[in-house]
C-alpha cells in the first residue's frame, strides 16, 4: 500500500474538487458520512495515512487524500468533511455535498454508526439519489454488539439497492470486503438498482414537469431527477456548484426557466411553498429511514444507551458540568506540571553536556570567540531551551488532551460552555479551539477551521491567545511557586500551584468571553450563529493511537516551527547582548528607552525587553530577563528557584511586579509560530495584526490598572 496526500482548501470550489488521478486506471473513492462514525479512522485504517481522527464532530474540514491498492487496481481515497445532510448549511457540508455532487468519483463510501443508523440513513438516501455508485459501510460494529444491537445486514442491503459491509475500522475488521464492495461498484462488475425515493403527488407531478427538458440540456451528466429536486428548492449555493460543474447556467435556457416558474406555482397553489417543500422532502426521508430500520435493526437492550446517560447527567449538569471540567482541567495541569520537571531537567543536562563538547570543539579548532558566541552560547543555547522546557509539556499535555477527545469528553466541555459563548455572541465550538490552546495556541488557531461562521472563526482566531500555551506554563509556574506558594513545600506547593495556576487560566476564559463579546459589537458585528452539538458516545480510547497521535500530529509538529524560530532568535539575543554602543549593549540601551513606558505598567524595561525578544518563542522569557539582571552575554540558568527570586528581588520585584509579569504573560502578543499559523489561516495580515494587537493592548490595560491600583493602595 503506497500512500500520498495533499490537503485541498475547504474555500475554493476549485480546489474542493481537484483530484490528480496519476494513472488513467486510477479510482477515486468519496469517504462520507456523518461527523463521529469513523470515516477518517475508515481512511487511516485503508491508507495508513497520518490523518488526525478525534471523537468530536467537524473534525476533518479539508479533503484529504491517500492511495490504497486493492486487486491490483490503484484507488484514490477521499476524506471530505462530515457532513449530517446534503442539504448544506456549512462550509464543511459545502465542500462534503459539492465532492459527492460534482466531484465524479467513481464510487462514493458513506460510512455510518452502528448504534444510530436511522439518522446517519437520511445521508445515505440522499447520495442514493444522486448515485447508484454507492457503498454503505456500517462502521462501529464492536459497540453495537457491546450494546446488544442486531443488524440484518443483507435484509438492509436488500432495502437499499446497495452494497451494505459492516465494519470495525479500528480493528480493520470488515475493510477488505467494504474494498471488495468499492471494487465490484467502481469497476462496474456490479451493478446496483437504489431504492427509488418519491414524495407525494404534488411534489412528483412538479418534477416531472421539469425533469425531460433537464434530460435534454444536460444529458446524462448528472441526475435530472434529482437536479429538478434542487431547482424547485431553490438552494442558491448548490445551484452555483451546479452551474459551476455544468459550465453554464441552466436557468439561462429559457423555456426551462419557465418551466420551473410552472411548476413552483404548482407547488404554491397547493400550499407548498419553499419553506414547506423542503421540510416535505426531509419529512419523507425520515420516515423511509425509519420504516427501513424497523425492519432490520433489533434491541435486545432498550437501554443501551442508560449508562451513557447517566454520566452525562453529571457532566453535562448545571450543577456539577462547570465544576467537574474545572477539577479535570487541574488535574490535567498537575500532571503536566508535576511529570514535565524531570524530564525537563534531564533534556537540559543533556543539551548543556553537548554543549560543553561544541565548546571543546570550537576551542580545538581555534575559532573566534564571536563564531563560538554567536553559534553556541547564541543560536545552540536557545534552541536547547526551547526543546528542554516545551517538549516534556507537550509531551504530557498533548496525549491527555487527545485521551479526552477519544473518550468523547470534549463535546461535552462545548455543551458546557456552549451559553457562555452564545451570550459573548461567539460560537461554541471556540470552546474546543480554546482547549487547544493550552497545548499550542498555533494549533488553537488551525482548530478554529471547525466553526463555519467566518466572522465567529475570526473571533476564535484573535482570542485564542488568551490561554496559555505549554510555553508560557514554566514562566507562570516559576513566578507562581516563587512569590505565592513559596512557604509552603512538596505536595501542598503543588496543588497549591496547580490551584492558582486554574485561577490564572480562569482569567484568561474570562477574557476570552469579554473580548469575543467586544470584538462582536465592534469590528466584527453580528449575531451568533446556531449549531447542532452532537455528543457522541464514550468510547474506549485507544491508548497506542492516542501515543502515536498526539506526539507525531501534534507534539512534533509544534516543536518544529517552534525550532525553527529559536535559531534565529538565538542569534538576535546574542547580538543584542554582546554588541556594545559606548559602555552600553544593545540590550541595555533598548530596556532603558521602554523602563518608563515599562514601569507604568508594573514591569521594568528588561522584563519588557525579554517579552519582545521571546516573540519567537515564550519559553526564553525568564532566561532573557536573568542575562540582563547579570548583565551576562549570554542566556543563563541559576541553579534553584531560591537564587532566581534573590535575584528578581535584588532587581526590585515585589509581588505586584510578580502579578503584572504573570498578567502580561497571559495578555501579550501571539509568539512568531501562531503569528505565521493566523496569517496561514486567514490569509490577511489585517487579521493577523488585530490578533497581535487585541490580546497585547488587553494587558497593557490590566496590568496598568492592577500596578497602579496597588500603587494608590500603598500610599493609604
Same mark, same amino acid.
Request: a neutral charge; one cysteine or more.
Given at each position: ?82 457532513? *449530517? ?54 462502521? !462501529? ?24 459491509i459492516p465494519t470495525n475500522a479500528r480493528s480493520n475488521k470488515g475493510l477488505d470486503k467494504l474494498m471488495d464492495a468499492v471494487y465490484e461498484i467502481s469497476t462496474k462488475e456490479t451493478t446496483s438498482h437504489p431504492i427509488k425515493i418519491t414524495y407525494d403527488d404534488i411534489v412528483e407531478e412538479a418534477i416531472k414537469m421539469i425533469q425531460p427538458k433537464i434530460e435534454t440540456i444536460a444529458g446524462e451528466k448528472i441526475n435530472s431527477r434529482w437536479v429538478a429536486l434542487k431547482l424547485l428548492d431553490n438552494d442558491g449555493a448548490l445551484l452555483e456548484s451546479l452551474n459551476n460543474f455544468l459550465g453554464f447556467n441552466l436557468l439561462d435556457d429559457n423555456e426551462l426557466a419557465e418551466l420551473v416558474d410552472m411548476a413552483k406555482k404548482h407547488l404554491l397553489n397547493n400550499g407548498i411553498g419553499q419553506n414547506q417543500l423542503r421540510d416535505k422532502i426531509v419529512t419523507r426521508l425520515v420516515k423511509i429511514a425509519e420504516e427501513i430500520c424497523q425492519s432490520v435493526i433489533t434491541f435486545e437492550n432498550k437501554q443501551y444507551d442508560h449508562l451513557d446517560r447517566k454520566i452525562d447527567k453529571i457532566l453535562t449538569s448545571r450543577v456539577f458540568g462547570i465544576p467537574v471540567m474545572l477539577a479535570m482541567l487541574g488535574v490535567i495541569f498537575w500532571i503536566t506540571i508535576t511529570g514535565a520537571n524531570y524530564p525537563s531537567q534531564m533534556l537540559s543536562t543533556l543539551f548543556f553536556w553537548i554543549e560543553e563538547r561544541l565548546t571543546d570543539f570550537f576551542v580545538w579548532a581555534k575559532a573566534p570567540k564571536w563564531l ?7 543560536? *545552540? ?27 468523547? *469528553? ?103 468571553? !469579554? ?64 554588541? *556594545? ?131 494608590? !493602595?500603598?500610599?493609604?
Amino acid at each position: 500500500m503506497g500512500l500520498t496526500s495533499q490537503s485541498t482548501g475547504a474555500g475554493v470550489l476549485e480546489n474542493k474538487l481537484t483530484i490528480v488521478k496519476s494513472t488513467p486506471v486510477d479510482k477515486v473513492i468519496a469517504l462520507a458520512g456523518n461527523p463521529n462514525v469513523g470515516k477518517s479512522t475508515v481512511f487511516n485504517s485503508l491508507t495508513g495515512l497520518n490523518q488526525h481522527t478525534g471523537n468530536w464532530p467537524g473534525k476533518t474540514v479539508t479533503n484529504a487524500q491517500g492511495r490504497y491498492k486493492h486487486k491490483d487496481k490503484n484507488f484514490i481515497m477521499v476524506d471530505i468533511p462530515g457532513t *449530517y445532510s446534503l442539504m448544506a448549511n456549512s462550509v464543511e457540508e459545502e465542500v462534503a455535498r459539492d465532492f459527492v455532487c460534482f466531484g465524479q468519483p467513481d464510487a462514493t463510501v458513506v460510512v455510518t454508526d452502528a448504534t444510530c443508523l436511522e439518522r446517519n440513513l437520511n445521508l445515505v438516501l440522499q447520495t442514493l439519489e444522486i448515485t447508484n455508485k454507492v457503498v454503505v459501510c456500517v462502521n !462501529l460494529i464492536d459497540e453495537a454488539e457491546r450494546k446488544k444491537i442486531k443488524i440484518d445486514y443483507n435484509k438492509l442491503s436488500k432495502h437499499l439497492g446497495v452494497p451494505v459491509i459492516p465494519t470495525n475500522a479500528r480493528s480493520n475488521k470488515g475493510l477488505d470486503k467494504l474494498m471488495d464492495a468499492v471494487y465490484e461498484i467502481s469497476t462496474k462488475e456490479t451493478t446496483s438498482h437504489p431504492i427509488k425515493i418519491t414524495y407525494d403527488d404534488i411534489v412528483e407531478e412538479a418534477i416531472k414537469m421539469i425533469q425531460p427538458k433537464i434530460e435534454t440540456i444536460a444529458g446524462e451528466k448528472i441526475n435530472s431527477r434529482w437536479v429538478a429536486l434542487k431547482l424547485l428548492d431553490n438552494d442558491g449555493a448548490l445551484l452555483e456548484s451546479l452551474n459551476n460543474f455544468l459550465g453554464f447556467n441552466l436557468l439561462d435556457d429559457n423555456e426551462l426557466a419557465e418551466l420551473v416558474d410552472m411548476a413552483k406555482k404548482h407547488l404554491l397553489n397547493n400550499g407548498i411553498g419553499q419553506n414547506q417543500l423542503r421540510d416535505k422532502i426531509v419529512t419523507r426521508l425520515v420516515k423511509i429511514a425509519e420504516e427501513i430500520c424497523q425492519s432490520v435493526i433489533t434491541f435486545e437492550n432498550k437501554q443501551y444507551d442508560h449508562l451513557d446517560r447517566k454520566i452525562d447527567k453529571i457532566l453535562t449538569s448545571r450543577v456539577f458540568g462547570i465544576p467537574v471540567m474545572l477539577a479535570m482541567l487541574g488535574v490535567i495541569f498537575w500532571i503536566t506540571i508535576t511529570g514535565a520537571n524531570y524530564p525537563s531537567q534531564m533534556l537540559s543536562t543533556l543539551f548543556f553536556w553537548i554543549e560543553e563538547r561544541l565548546t571543546d570543539f570550537f576551542v580545538w579548532a581555534k575559532a573566534p570567540k564571536w563564531l563560538h558566541g554567536l553559534l553556541v552560547t547564541g543560536a *545552540y543555547r536557545t534552541l536547547a531551551w526551547v526543546v528542554s522546557v516545551m517538549l516534556p509539556p507537550m509531551a504530557i499535555f498533548f496525549p491527555l488532551f487527545t485521551l479526552l477527545e477519544d473518550l468523547g *469528553y470534549l463535546p461535552r466541555v462545548a455543551f458546557n460552555l456552549d451559553n457562555f459563548f452564545k451570550k459573548a455572541c461567539a460560537h461554541g465550538k471556540q470552546s474546543l479551539t480554546m482547549c487547544m490552546g493550552f497545548g499550542c495556541n498555533a494549533a488553537g488557531v488551525i482548530g478554529c477551521r471547525i466553526i463555519d461562521s467566518p466572522r465567529e472563526r475570526l473571533i476564535a482566531t484573535i482570542t485564542n491567545n488568551f490561554v496559555p500555551c505549554n510555553g508560557r506554563f514554566p514562566t507562570l509556574i516559576a513566578i507562581i511557586t516563587m512569590f505565592f506558594v513559596g512557604n509552603f513545600a512538596g505536595f501542598s506547593q503543588s496543588v497549591l500551584s496547580t490551584l492558582f495556576l486554574t485561577g490564572v487560566i480562569l482569567l484568561g476564559i474570562v477574557m476570552t468571553l !469579554l473580548v469575543s463579546k467586544l470584538l462582536s459589537k465592534t469590528i466584527l458585528k453580528g449575531l451568533p450563529s446556531s449549531f447542532a452539538l452532537e455528543l457522541p458516545p464514550y468510547r474506549k480510547p485507544q491508548i497506542g493511537r492516542i501515543i502515536v497521535r498526539s506526539i507525531f500530529d501534534r507534539t512534533l509538529f509544534v516543536l518544529g516551527r517552534a525550532v525553527s524560530v529559536a535559531i534565529p532568535a538565538g542569534f538576535v539575543i546574542w547580538i543584542m547582548a554582546n554588541i *556594545y554602543v559606548g559602555e552600553q549593549s544593545l540590550l541595555s540601551l533598548c530596556a532603558g528607552f521602554l523602563d518608563p513606558f515599562a514601569r507604568l505598567i508594573g514591569l521594568d524595561g528588561y522584563i519588557l525587553m525579554a517579552f519582545i525578544l521571546g516573540f519567537p518563542a515564550n519559553e526564553i522569557v525568564v532566561p532573557i530577563i536573568i542575562m540582563s539582571y547579570m548583565s551576562s552575554e549570554s542566556m543563563m540558568e541559576l541553579e534553584n528557584l531560591n537564587q532566581l527570586k534573590q535575584l528578581l528581588v535584588d532587581n526590585g520585584w515585589t509581588w505586584v511586579t510578580a502579578l503584572c509579569v504573570m498578567l502580561f504573560s497571559l495578555m501579550h502578543w501571539p509568539c512568531s509560530t501562531t503569528c505565521l499559523t493566523i496569517r496561514k489561516e486567514t490569509q490577511s495580515w489585517k487579521w493577523t495584526l488585530v490578533s497581535f494587537l487585541v490580546p497585547t493592548l488587553s494587558g497593557i490595560v490590566i496590568c496598568f490598572i492592577v500596578a497602579n491600583l496597588a500603587r494608590l !493602595l500603598a500610599l493609604v
